[in-house]
């Protein structure tokens, strides 16, 4: 067995000595969210329920549109087949805010909300304008709309929604897209334009994942003379694995795109998760040569299922397949993962709400009670909220602190749950969010914490029936992988790079890191060079946390399978975390499986415990809840208990925002160096942390950047002649060889001592080409000021001038920063790791400064 302990009790009474079985060596992997995530409802739709709303009536407003489907009833069908055409669905479901406490993730009043994202209206002149322009429909001065218009408008509309469930702001271009130069000139009507085709392209992907969008298929609904502009967007979404990707047959059968070199450039990948096998498959179709290099003798990191048999000669055939790792697909809409599932048939089964919770002695939670102390966990977070906007706008360098230090201090200076029961509910919900986060609560950035909430999915969040790992076989099928193979240290030069392993070594042009960040914190790999002092001190700030499971297949159900989910609380709040929610499998798994989860201080003590002390635990806990009820509790046939924090590659869960930490580090984490070592997986993803999404979405990222990094190189090779600037090769401590661009002295730091724009720790240059609203900037920020701990330290990004006036209107920085990633789509970076429109800008602000 791996990833966690076995023990195998005898049928009836009791339960034998545990056996120990071995780890199979776990990859240094990739990271695929870790553990299973908190989730629930929403309806089950497996399609891409990303799609578009329905057409909507004329008097609607803007936000109705992105109201997806009416939750269905408890009493639901558990599980339901993946639909032909999925229904329409905005990025974000309103609905999801007020539901009860099964999501991974609240979203609370005193957050950024996403449903303010501005989206192009039938009534506004853009859209209306944009539809006529591109379909040849004319708009006549001086009389209303026709319904024909209208009907074009309505459905730029959900073009525009399904496009911002992909990840893409609604109404502007993407740092991707103007990293990749999708047009030769920012803003004007050429964008808006460009705005429309993208989103008709990625609705017309997402209509039908199962055959490929070619870039005439688009053609047939937009005017001939925008083919430019269809051809630009086709690539750039092709490229970037916004269209095309998966494991349709017809998406299999697409011939490779021709290398950016030749012979075509090699690329190592470390670890065979989510995120190494998404970012291979596309790179193999990009024209790359490709291996992966995994530590464990499967796929899948820490996504893995595990098939569970019964010992029992009375119960030989039951079965069940039980995921011991990532577990729920954290919201649909939008979501990858939910494409592939309607590629390969997986039908999706909606967690659903209801969730009773017991007391210690086994009765039920007075609803009542439930309700109000619910309520008050709620405004304690509000409370939260309010106390870091104070202090983001009154302390001059900012402060952070311990998430649970500022909820215990408003729960006692407010009187919270002053009886016990009370307070043993509280604990439920404490638990409940440590869980979310894989942490104690004393252990997350109160001021950061939930910084991916904005960008979360929207839809139901669901299980997968039979298990992820057969994501994991689908992807990996075709793919060269070499197991058992340990990596321990990863070299990287002008030349190329190199990855040794404990058994042999492997060369090739670039690398793509994988790993968890548990095991980068550890230090087993070594770079050489070093890896940037930057990264390194991004690497310490995040947290890596814990979440165990204790895993039981019984004889026959006695929870009663109609529900997914029961809580129990706990005397002790020291021991909150310990077995507080069970997640019922019986109706995805194909047999009578029953989860325990262990989180927060508890999910490290479990791991000091014997396997055969901690199942015996959870039996007490069930006997207490049922026994009451006369219902009888059977010994399980077999039981799992997992150990992620001893797993050597893992060390834990997922990652979190530690005290200390921000948004930022998970963009630092994700940054390349000196374009020959990239990085992804879930702690690489700013938007999607601790997901099984978020970890394929990063490998998909890191491909897109690793064909850019090439075809520079590639450019360099081919016209050494056409560069501006002056390399001095210098030749540094280690043997290494590095490039020092120079450019007649200039120094960039020189020229933001006199900003053409400043405000908190932002500061701008301006394009001297150019004052049109629509062109791009470069923008600084100062991190280091606003984190306890560290030094300065500067992030760069494009940003456009207009919104540059938008950003210094704003109070705070923490606001700004919320708005520019929210509403501008803006993503800072280290200098190197500008894009070639920064470079160029650079360039540009330089010239201007000589003269």
């Not at 989103?199 to 992907?205: E, P």
């Not at 005017?223 to 998966?246: C, D, K, M, Q, T």
């Not at 012979?263 to 291979?280: D, H, K, R």
């Not at 850019?708 to 090779?717: E, L, P, S, T």
Request: with cysteine.
């Amino acid at each position: 067995m791996e990833e966690g302990s076995e023990a195998q009790p005898p049928h009836p009474p009791n339960v034998e000595a545990v056996e120990q079985p071995s780890l199979v060596p776990m990859d240094q992997d990739e990271d695929q969210e870790a553990a299973a995530e908190p989730m629930e409802d929403g309806e089950a739709a497996a399609g891409d329920a990303s799609e578009a709303a329905d057409p909507m009536e004329d008097g609607e407003a803007a936000g109705d549109s992105a109201a997806a489907a009416e939750p269905m009833e408890d009493d639901a069908p558990t599980s339901s087949p993946t639909p032909s055409a999925p229904s329409a669905t905005a990025a974000v479901d309103d609905s999801t805010i007020a539901r009860k406490r099964r999501r991974r993730k609240k979203q609370f009043p005193g957050m950024i909300p996403t449903a303010g994202v501005r989206v192009l209206r039938g009534s506004s002149s853009s859209s209306a304008h944009n539809a006529a322009h591109l379909t040849g429909v004319p708009r006549r001065r001086g009389r209303p709309p026709t319904s024909s218009s209208l009907r074009l408008a309505r459905e730029l509309d959900s073009e525009a929604l399904i496009a911002l469930a992909a990840g893409f702001p609604a109404d502007s271009l993407s740092e991707d897209e103007i990293a990749a130069a999708v047009l030769p000139r920012i803003g004007g009507t050429e964008q808006a334009n460009y705005l429309v085709v993208r989103n008709h392209i990625v609705a017309l992907w997402r209509s039908n994942p199962l055959s490929p969008v070619a870039a005439n298929a688009a053609l047939a609904s937009i005017r001939s003379e925008h083919a430019p502009l269809v051809a630009a967007a086709h690539s750039f979404l092709s490229e970037h694995a916004y269209i095309n990707f998966g494991l349709a047959p017809a998406v299999l059968s697409l011939p490779p795109r021709p290398p950016p070199s030749f012979p075509p450039p090699s690329v190592l990948i470390v670890g065979a998760g989510f995120a190494g096998l998404g970012a291979a498959r596309h790179l193999i179709g990009l024209g790359f040569k490709v291996a992966v290099i995994e530590g464990r003798l499967r796929p899948g990191g820490r996504v893995f299922t595990k098939t569970m048999h019964s010992s029992a000669a009375e119960y030989a055939d039951t079965v069940a397949a039980a995921d011991l790792g990532g577990s729920v697909l954290t919201g649909i809409n939008g979501n990858p993962l939910g494409v592939i599932a309607r590629q390969l048939g997986f039908p999706l089964h909606k967690v659903r709400d209801k969730c009773p919770l017991y007391l210690p002695d086994g009765r039920p939670v007075d609803p009542d009670m439930d309700a109000r102390v619910e309520a008050a966990f709620n405004q304690l977070l509000d409370k939260v909220c309010q106390l870091r906007q104070v202090i983001a706008d009154g302390v001059p360098h900012g402060v952070d602190l311990s998430l649970g230090m500022a909820l215990e201090a408003f729960r006692a200076a407010h009187g919270v749950a002053a009886e016990h029961e009370e307070r043993m509910l509280l604990d439920w919900h404490l638990a409940n969010l440590e869980y979310a986060n894989a942490a104690p609560l004393a252990d997350l950035s109160m001021a950061f914490w939930d910084q991916d909430d904005p960008y979360e999915m929207g839809g139901d969040h669901c299980f997968i029936p039979g298990g992820n790992s057969q994501f994991i076989r689908a992807l990996a099928d075709g793919i060269p992988i070499f197991y058992g193979q340990n990596v321990r240290r990863i070299q990287y030069g002008r030349d190329g790079v190199m990855v040794h392993t404990d058994k042999q070594s492997f060369r090739g042009d670039m690398v793509l890191c994988t790993v968890p960040l548990g095991v980068l914190k550890k230090g087993d790999i070594k770079f050489v060079p070093e890896l940037p002092a930057q990264k390194k001190e991004a690497i310490q700030r995040l947290g890596f946390g814990l979440l165990n499971k204790v895993v039981m297949l019984f004889p026959y159900d006695f929870w009663d399978g109609r529900i997914d989910t029961f809580g129990h609380l706990t005397e002790d709040s020291c021991q909150r975390g310990e077995f507080f929610l069970f997640y019922s499998y019986s109706s995805v798994s194909g047999g009578p499986l029953l989860i325990a989860l262990v989180a927060g201080e508890s999910a490290v003590k479990f791991e000091q415990a014997s396997p055969m002390e901690n199942v015996e635990k959870v039996l007490e806990t069930l006997r207490k809840i049922f026994s009451p009820k006369g219902i009888e509790v059977p010994n399980p046939l077999q039981a799992i208990c997992t150990r992620w924090g001893t797993d050597k590659f893992t060390y834990g869960s997922y990652s979190y925002v530690a005290i200390g930490a921000s948004g930022d580090d998970y963009d630092i984490l994700a940054e390349s160096v000196h374009d020959r070592v990239f990085f992804a997986g879930e702690a690489t993803n700013r938007r999607y942390p601790a997901t099984m999404h978020g970890a394929l979405l990063s490998g998909y990222r890191e491909a897109a950047n690793i064909l850019r990094a090439a075809r520079r190189r590639a450019k360099k090779v081919d016209s050494p002649e056409k560069m501006d600037i002056n390399v001095e090769v210098k030749v540094d401590v280690n043997g290494e060889v590095k490039d020092n661009v120079k450019d007649s002295n200039i120094d960039l730091d020189d020229l933001f001592r006199s900003p053409d724009a400043a405000f908190g720790g932002f500061s701008v240059l301006h394009d001297p080409a150019t004052s049109e609203p629509d062109s791009v900037s470069l923008l600084r920020v100062g991190i280091g000021a606003r984190k306890l701990g560290s030094g300065s330290l500067f992030l760069y990004g494009l940003i456009m001038r207009k919104n540059v006036t938008v950003l210094a209107a704003i109070e705070g920085d923490e606001q700004r920063l919320s708005t520019m990633y929210r509403d501008f789509g803006t993503k800072l970076v280290g200098l190197d790791s500008l894009s070639d429109a920064g470079e160029s800008l650079i360039s540009r602000i330089k010239a201007a400064a000589r003269k």
